[in-house]
Structures are given as C-alpha cells and as structure tokens.
C-alpha cells in the first residue's frame, strides 16, 4: 500500500479517469476490442491529446500519446522490456525476437538483421509476386456481377501463404486451403490471443486453464508447436544429407522450389560459433509467422478500404500504375518498378497514418525513470499509442482528412519530425520486417489497382469531401452514425476491422 500512495504522487503530473479504491479503473474497462479503441480514444481527446494514465487495481499503464515521451522511449537503449500483455504470445513464440529481452534479443537481433537484405528481399519479392497473382483469381471470383464481399478475409490468406514461403520455405497455399489445420490454427491463435487480452483472468495460463476454451489453444497450439518443429527438422535433415552425399543435385522434395528462406539463412548462421538451437529456430520463426502476416494484411485491407471510398485518389495511383507499367498493365512489377511508385508511397504511409496496423506498443520499466522531467516509476507498463499520433491535429492539420499529399516529399506545408509518425515504431526495437512489408503491401495493391476499379460497398458511400468516415472520441458523437458497411475499428495486437473490410470490383478491361 505505501509502494502504490508513493506511485500515485509521482505521476500526479499525469491525469487520467477517477478511480476507485482497489479496482482503480478496471470497471471502466473495455470489454471489447472496438470498444478499447473508443475508450483509449475518448480519453485521450479528454486529456490534451497527450499521455494519461490508467490504474488496472494497484499496477500503473501510462498512455503516452505526446510525441516527445515517445522519443524518450523508443530511443532509450534500456527501455526494451516488454509489457505484461507480451507475456500471452510466450506459449506460441517463446522467447523470439519480438517478445524477448536483454542480451538474448540483442544477440538474435544482430545476427537476423542480414536476413532482411535487400538481395534477399528481391528473392522474397517473387514469392509476393506469385502469390498475388493467384490472389487475384480468388478476388475475381469472390467480386463477381458486383457483389459486395470482405477483403479483409482474402488478403488474410494470401500474407499467410507469403510469410510461410518466406519464412520457412514452403508453400500451404491458404488461398486455396483456407481450412487446412495449419491456417486455422494460426487464424484461432491471432483470434485467441486478442480475445484473451481483454479479460484479465485468461491472461495467465495459471486461470486460463479453468476456462472451456482452454482445451481448444491447446489443441491449436500442438498443431502450430508440430508442424513447424517438423518443417525445421526436415530442413535439417536435408541439409545434413546434402553435406555427406556432396552431391550438388537438388533432392526432390517440398523445399526444392524455393531458393533462400528465412529459416535457411537462419541455419547458415552461427551463434558464439555454433547454430541455433531447434528451439530458438522455432522461436524465431514462428515470430515471423505470426508478425509478418497479421499486420500486412491489416495495412493492405485498410489502404485498399480507403481507395474504395475516394476515388480521385485511386485514379492518380492507377495513373501512376500506368506510366511506370508502360502497356502490359496485368504482368508483376519488377522489384525497381515497385520502387518508384511514389504516389503509392505516399498513399500506404497515409493509410498507415489513419489506420496503423500496431495500435499500441507496450514497454515494461525495470527501474524508475525520468521521462522529460516527469517520474515514472518501476513496474509501470508504458503503451506507446500509436494510433493516437496520427490524430494530433498540431501535427496533422485535419487529422480526418485521407490526403496523400501529406507525405509528398516536396510539400513544405507539413513537416513531420521523426516521432511524430512511427508505424513501424522506432529506435533500437523497431520493425525488423519494414522494409519487407512495405515492398509486399504495395506488390499487392499495385496489383489490385491494376485490374480492378475498387469501390465502395454501396456508390453513395464514395466520400466526396475527402474525409474518412471512422471518426473517435467527441467527433464520433456530432457526425452521422457509421453505415453498416463502413468498417468497425478495433484494437487488437493489431489494428482490425470488426465486420470486415467491405467493398465491391470491378474488373479493368
Ligand atoms: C505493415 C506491416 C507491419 C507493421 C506496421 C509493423 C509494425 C511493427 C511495430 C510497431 C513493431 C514494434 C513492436 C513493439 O515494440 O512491441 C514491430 C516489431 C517487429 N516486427 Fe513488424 N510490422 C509490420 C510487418 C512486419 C513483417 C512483415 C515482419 C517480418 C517479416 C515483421 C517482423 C517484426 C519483428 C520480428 C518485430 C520485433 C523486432 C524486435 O523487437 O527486435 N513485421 N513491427
């Protein structure tokens, strides 16, 4: 009790809701993950768009939203734990790259950051590229005579299928297989994890093993814990049969189509001189698996959502599709081409600015700190709201206004700093994947914008005035009450659309 009055004077520099003895604010929490986006928002707008603080019984969460405390954190070279909610994805990820500390990530994180070269990245691009290309016969077939469907589902397949080819070097062509074991075990965990993140006593293994459901993460956690182990073991096992025969012939077998996977460079690699463990392979892996194809599938349904509904701005990237495919507009770009698309730069960088796909990093502090002058005290989860920092009308004017222009390079009007936008967070734990996800998200939409004319759901929902219509905080109050098929946004791990992201296309002939 004297520990939590000493931590309630020192960050009286922070407001936040009224508490109540014991529970602080837990009543007042969110039971669902639309609902989290509107209570974090509500309170943001109430607190200066800035950082308040929230009391979850005696354990402190700061919510920081001022661009400057999010520097102080992300820079900082020790605050890399972390957060409590982090401790869910153990079971599944272990102690890879996004969920571990100290000198374990920083060991792995040195020696995985080659494995994002750009060399390596172009091989990964025709992974992208081929998949896309089936991606759009699923889309030509669930969009036919007009009919309105969720994009969202489809582009959830296509990233697993991609991640897995890149990642472990096989295909399990969720496209076409949208029920195999594998995919729906990876679908339920996402699901299982943001589910559980909202209800304190299934947090912990130790009180979520009362629960009916426990019995199915089990089941689904074996399938995910078989098959990846024994795509591991096989890759192993044909490494060691390639050493003794010394044969430079190809064996045949599942791997022998793609060339360098992810786990393959992992296996190249040495470690203090020795290689990986099976498990830490496993870990690492399956860290990818889950952050490399939640949350580009996220950035691309959002990005595509919004072209959906402002159609100027669709024109000019498929313009700009135009002048750098030349003729054949239905081939795949070329990693170079892909590179130039700039307009489409900036169009993914305002989507992501409107809908990040991470809504909210979390730290863990292990000692107190001074955090430009304010105390924060040890054991205090600090969730960086990302999703706040693109609604900062001091920094973007009109936050609700989807224009690209924004991040036009050479327009002088809006200058952002560094933290004032960090989709792909910052500083020492940023995303290892970005460059990756970027190349991937505008693969698939430049693929997209070039056969088919997106459009919205119904032809009255087309925004004519440039504003998006998913409004927080008091704004969604005073305009029109969203239509059934403007998306729902929730916070989960990643940022998603509740029912979907609906909309219509039409082919381009
Ligand atoms: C639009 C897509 C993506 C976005 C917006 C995104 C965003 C982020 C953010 C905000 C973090 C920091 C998380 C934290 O501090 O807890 C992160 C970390 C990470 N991301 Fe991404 N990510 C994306 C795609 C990817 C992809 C495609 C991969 C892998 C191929 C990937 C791999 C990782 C890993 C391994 C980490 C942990 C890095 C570390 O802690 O050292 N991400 N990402």
């Known amino acids: 009790d004297r ?9 009286a520099h922070t407001q936040g809701p009224k508490t109540l003895p014991l529970i602080g604010n837990v009543h007042q929490l969110a039971k669902t993950p639309n609902a989290v986006v509107h209570f974090m928002f509500d309170n943001w707008y109430k607190y200066g768009q800035g950082n308040y603080r929230v009391w979850v019984g005696y354990y402190l969460h700061m919510m920081i939203g001022d661009p400057k405390d999010v520097e102080f954190i992300l820079s900082s070279n020790t605050l890399i734990a972390k957060s409590k909610v982090y401790d869910m994805l153990h079971p599944w990820l272990g102690d890879g790259l996004l969920t571990s500390k100290g000198s374990k990530w920083h060991k792995h994180r ?49 990233t697993l299928d991609v991640i897995c080819e890149t990642a472990m070097g096989i295909s399990i062509n969720a496209l076409d297989n949208p029920n195999s074991e594998f995919a729906k075990a990876v679908e339920f965990m996402c699901g299982n994890i943001n589910m559980r993140a909202l209800n304190p006593l299934k947090r912990k293994i130790a009180t979520y093993q009362f629960f009916p459901d426990y ?32 044969s430079n012939a190809e064996p045949e077998d599942e791997f022998t189509k793609r060339k360098m996977a992810f786990l393959d460079t992992l296996l190249s690699t040495s470690k203090d001189g020795s290689p990986f463990s099976t498990q830490e392979l496993y870990e690492e892996v399956s860290t990818f698996i889950f952050e490399g194809h939640d949350t580009t599938s996220s950035a691309i349904s959002f990005a595509v959502f919004l072209l959906s509904r402002h159609l100027g701005i669709q024109k000019k990237v498929y313009e700009e599709q135009q002048r750098i495919m030349g003729d054949d507009l239905k081939r795949s770009a070329t990693f170079q081409e892909i590179s130039e698309m700039k307009y489409l730069d900036m169009v993914v960088k305002e989507a992501l600015r409107l809908f990040p796909t991470v809504p909210v990093v979390g730290r863990h502090t292990e000692k107190e700190y001074n955090m430009n002058g304010k105390i924060i005290p040890e054991d205090t989860s600090l969730n960086i709201f990302l999703l706040s920092l693109g609604y900062n009308e001091k920094v973007f004017p009109d936050p609700y206004r989807f224009d690209p222009e924004r991040f036009d390079p050479s327009n002088n009007g809006e200058v952002h700093k560094p933290f004032e936008y960090v989709p792909f967070s910052a500083g020492p734990r940023n995303c290892i994947g970005q460059k990756f996800a970027l190349l991937e998200v505008k693969t698939v939409i430049s693929k997209v914008v070039r056969y088919f004319e997106i459009l919205p759901a119904l032809d009255e929902l087309e925004s004519k005035d440039g504003y998006v219509c998913t409004y927080f905080g008091p704004y969604r109050h005073q305009k029109p009450p969203l239509h059934k098929y403007d998306p729902k946004v929730a916070a989960m791990l990643t940022l998603k659309s509740d029912n979907g992201i609906l909309l219509r296309l039409k082919e381009r002939k």
């Open 3 to 11: 520990k939590y009055s000493k931590m309630r004077k020192e960050i």
């Open 110 to 158: 040195k020696i995985i950051t080659p494995s994002f070269h750009f060399k390596i990245l172009q091989d990964f691009h025709d992974v992208m590229n081929s998949n896309s290309t089936k991606f759009i016969d699923k889309l030509m077939a669930a969009s036919k005579d007009g009919k309105i469907f969720d994009f969202q589902h489809y582009v959830n397949h296509l």
């Open 215 to 246: 019995k199915d993460y089990c089941k689904a956690l074996a399938v995910l814990k078989d098959f990846t182990y024994g795509v591991i073991e096989r890759r192993i096992e044909l490494l060691n049969r390639k050493r003794t025969q010394k």
